[in-house]
């Protein structure tokens, strides 16, 4: 087989060689015939091609054809190619762009990653070389820190060569940094290990090096040589501090000293506005870890000022500075946190807040015809008040609760009155404050001794009233409004005075049972607890009611909702199965009944803002629920028999049906027949065969009037 198959292969390679040839020499015939009938004919040496003449000469030399005087002129793919006489498009490198050199494997290592890697190897060799190889030759203190400083200003010098290359900038600037790395290192070594420099001769060493780095940045026009720079200023201080135990004033005029520097450069470079972002919150966290209590309070201020001036100067569309704003705020106010200490008082920082208030209110004013800068700053404007009443109002929270309620109406009256959406919302805000500043006054969410608690009359009514009144004003004024934002907002308004006016009763009520029923613990329980159900059962509502009203947070009002009304029917039918105490229980005429009567009137209230039947099954079961524990509290307080059940049972099933084929509501009649059965059942089965005589004639007997009745009615109703 295998010498077959050779054979055919051999016969197999001598075809395709002979079909070879024969195409050989047709295209060679083929050559020989295009000579002969002057297909291509020799140019006239008096005649010029019009189509020629006109392209460039440069073309000419590059394009122009010579006239095959042989066969072996003529390119045998000569025929296949489509002739073109169009006028080429012109290849100047004047007129196409330069083409963008791909980024692949190769040059994403070669040409930027592994100059970094080499720079940092470099670093760290150079730190090796001075701590630790060094000291086996024989090389003075001296000479090492000259040499370090010496291969920095090598670097230097060979980057500051090479930027002017196109293809070596990127290099250049890696090299550059690498080389200002090496200074920073030989001062840190020089200062540290070899005790050469002092910290005042340390100090201004680095920032020398330090303000040549930032002048080399803005020179080049180069981040990553300013980003070098900021690393190796925020390095300083570290070194500063773990050698000379400096003072927090001196570190914080340091930091000053550098975001003023690099703000020089951002003012200079427009497009690097986030850096500033980022040196402002390295600051913040610079201060917070070397910074204490002694920090002079002017500090701060000249920081935030500084940044503050940088943003009216930057006055151009391009330049809002928005973000940086905010932090510049934001490191104020906590930096004020931070030193907060005996020798400065709560109301000397909200002072401060005060006149950044005012501050913030003037350049409101004075960039009104810009919208996005006058939102900027009015939200400003807005912070700094806030903050101004926690400093001022410190340890009186009453105080913050009557101010924060104020402003919750003075702004809903603002924003009604200039359609301003972004006060609107700095309402909810503020008023959300108001809540919070009631939290931990005594006597509003809890109360020391029951005791002296006076109903109605006392300290959480005056806490609750501004949160109520602020509340109900601002959904009244911007209820006004035609803007869908204002009247969202004027809903919220509307669920959170009624939810306030729920907590204040909730809590109010529990306190005046607990004083009125001080001795009976059990009676004191069971009557909170019915309460808290019916006040859960309201609340339910509410939240559905609102959730009907609403457009925005409809998902989450419809989720807290049921959570609520989940919560208060397990609530309710956990507590409310034995009356406590038993001794002051009357049938149906108690606190039991009424929570019961609020969850199914909450069921029937909830189907018909819902539509859903599911409700109306669930009143049902809450009623037999109710019925079930109040025959069985009868029974054990008047000590009767358990067959009393069924009866009650078996009225409540013919009451529901009969409801139902009046009313010609069919969940009623199906709701009575299942329950009917039921009771039928448990007569049969669990009666009859526990009871006394008398209670099974009692239970037979109720069942078959019972059910006599209920045929009477249905056949009636149906004939009519």
Not at 123 to 140: A, E, H, Q, R
Not at 238 to 255: A, M, P, Q, R
Not at 652 to 673: A, D, E, F, M, R
Request: charged content about 15%; overall charge positive; aromatic content about 14%.
């Amino acid at each position: 087989m295998t010498a077959i198959a050779i054979i055919l292969l051999i016969v197999w390679l001598f075809v395709i060689q002979s079909k070879l040839n024969e195409l050989s020499d047709s295209i060679k015939s083929l050559k020989e015939n295009f000579l002969k009938d002057k297909i291509l004919p020799k140019k006239a040496d008096n005649l010029a091609e019009p189509e020629v003449a006109l392209q460039k000469i440069d073309y000419e030399e590059s394009e122009k054809l010579s006239e095959p005087e042989s066969i072996s002129d003529i390119p045998d793919d000569y025929f296949f190619k489509e002739k073109n006489n169009s006028k080429p498009a012109e290849t100047s490198a004047q007129i196409l762009p330069k083409e963008k050199k791909p980024t692949t494997f190769e040059n994403l290592f070669l040409g930027n990653i592994f100059n970094k890697i080499g720079a940092l190897a470099i670093l760290i060799g150079l730190v090796i070389l001075i701590k630790l190889v060094l000291p086996y030759f024989v090389f003075t203190a001296e000479l090492k820190i000259i040499l370090g400083y010496l291969a920095g200003f090598g670097m230097i010098i060979g980057a500051l060569k090479l930027n002017s290359k196109a293809n070596q900038k990127s290099f250049s600037e890696v090299l550059l940094g690498t080389g200002f790395g090496a200074l920073f290192i030989s001062t840190y070594c020089a200062s540290g290990i070899f005790e050469f420099f002092d910290l005042s001769q340390t100090v201004i060493i680095a920032s020398a090096i330090l303000l040549a780095a930032f002048y080399l940045a803005d020179k080049l026009k180069t981040v990553s040589m300013l980003v070098i720079s900021l690393l190796a200023a925020y390095i300083n201080p570290i070194v500063f501090n773990f050698e000379f135990d400096l003072s927090s004033n001196f570190l914080f005029g340091y930091f000053i000293f550098i975001n003023i520097l690099a703000l020089l450069y951002t003012y200079r470079n427009n497009s690097r506005e986030v850096i500033n972002c980022i040196n402002l919150s390295a600051t913040f966290i610079a201060a917070a870890l070397f910074c204490d209590n002694d920090t002079n309070i002017i500090m701060p201020i000249i920081l935030w000022g500084i940044y503050v001036a940088y943003d009216l100067l930057t006055n151009s569309p391009k330049n809002e500075n928005k973000v940086l704003s905010y932090i510049n705020f934001g490191v104020l106010t906590w930096i004020l946190f931070l030193i907060k200490s005996e020798a400065y008082t709560d109301n000397l920082f909200g002072h401060i807040e005060l006149v950044a208030l005012i501050l913030y209110g003037a350049i409101a004013y004075w960039r009104k015809s810009e919208p996005e800068k006058f939102k900027n700053y009015i939200n400003l404007f807005l912070s700094a008040g806030f903050f101004a009443v926690i400093f001022i109002c410190d340890g009186y929270d009453k105080t913050k609760c009557i101010v924060w309620a104020l402003e919750t109406i003075i702004l809903a009256y603002f924003a009604y009155r200039y359609k301003l959406k972004m006060l609107a919302k700095w309402t909810v805000i503020i008023w959300a404050a108001t809540l919070c500043s009631i939290i931990p006054v005594d006597g509003v969410f809890a109360i020391k001794s029951i005791k002296n608690f006076t109903p109605i009359w006392n300290i959480r009514l005056m806490m609750f009233s501004p949160l109520i009144i602020s509340s109900a004003a601002s959904y009244y004024l911007l209820s006004k409004a035609d803007d869908k934002t204002f009247i969202n907002l004027a809903e919220t308004f509307k669920f959170a005075c009624i939810t306030s006016i729920y907590l204040y009763m909730g809590l109010e009520l529990n306190n005046i049972i607990t004083l009125r029923i001080i001795g009976e613990n059990t009676s004191v329980h069971f009557i909170t607890n019915m309460t808290n159900a019916i006040l859960g059962f309201a609340y339910a509502v509410s939240l559905k009611r609102f959730h009907n009203t609403i457009s925005d947070f409809k998902p989450f009002v419809s989720v807290i909702s049921a959570l609520v009304g989940i919560f208060a029917f397990i609530y309710l039918i956990t507590t409310g199965v034995h009356y406590r105490p038993i001794n002051a229980f009357i049938p149906l005429i108690n606190i039991r009944t009424a929570a019961f009567v609020f969850g199914i009137a909450a069921c029937v209230i909830y189907n018909k803002l819902d539509g859903k039947d599911f409700y109306k099954y669930l009143a049902i079961v809450l009623g037999f629920i109710l019925m079930h524990n109040e025959a069985g509290d009868i029974i054990f307080k008047y000590t009767l028999n358990s067959g009393l059940i069924s009866v009650g049972w078996i009225l409540y099933s013919v009451i529901i049906t009969t409801i139902g084929i009046i009313k010609g509501k069919k969940w009623l009649k199906n709701s009575g027949i299942i329950l009917c059965i039921i009771s039928i059942l448990r007569i049969f089965f669990h009666d009859l065969a526990q009871v006394d005589i008398l209670y099974k004639f009692i239970a037979i007997l109720t069942l078959g009037i019972s059910l006599m009745v209920l045929s009477y009615l249905y056949n009636q109703k149906t004939t009519k």
